[in-house]
């Protein structure tokens, strides 16, 4: 039985589409759109908190991104994509991998969040509480971009899965919670070599064809937010 790859579009499963196609494996892709916002019930049923994405592999059926792209890598690639202990370079990839949902993505949306919530200005009733939070993220961006100045993947030399796991917040998750990179040189620049590799084209083909990819690369980011 071929690996199945439920996605939904427009959301973080296309981290798995993502690897299954620079892996070049065999797997059948059930696409769902959402309804209007969030997944639809279809959807909903295939795990107990509705989460995206989900794989099922013969009887087992699994959640998270990141499990989904290890396990993938791991079981299907061969362990492509995955750097082991004692490469020079693991420690960088074990950080970046687990940096990209524990950190940057949860900063994200909180920011995101508290901006429709309390106002996005600085004189909204919420600019004072938000600052911190604000602050933090930008500080993730520089310390993403002194990164990129030095290495042109994140774990060093090789792409990784941590390239995938965190190239989905630069580019689908401007979707939800836009955000300028203008003054980030070297993430722009990460970001044309994401968009060069054919993986990550035939993937944006298959799993979400309506988006721009140009513009989920660019400065500005896709415009508006599906969020508003």
Known sequence: MAL???????????????LCEELGIEYELKTYKRSPLLAPPEYKALHPLGAAPVIEDGDLKIAESSACLEYIAQIHGKGRFVLAPGNKDYAQF?????FANAS?????MRNRMGETLLGSG??????GMLKPFK?????MLDMINKRLAEVPWLAGEEFTIADIMLGCCFTTLRCFAPFDLGNYEHILE???????R????Q???KGDPELDTAALASAVGPTGSLLM
């Open 4 to 18: 199945i790859v439920h996605h939904l579009g427009v959301s973080q499963s296309d981290r798995v589409v993502w």
């Open 94 to 98: 074990l950080y970046w991998f687990h």
């Open 104 to 108: 940057f993505t949860s900063s994200l």
């Open 122 to 127: 600085d004189d909204a009733k919420g600019a």
């Open 135 to 139: 602050v933090k993220f930008q500080a």
């Open 190 to 196: 990460y970001l044309k070599r994401i968009s060069d």
């Open 198 to 201: 054919d993986g990550y084209r």
């Open 203 to 205: 993937a944006r083909l």
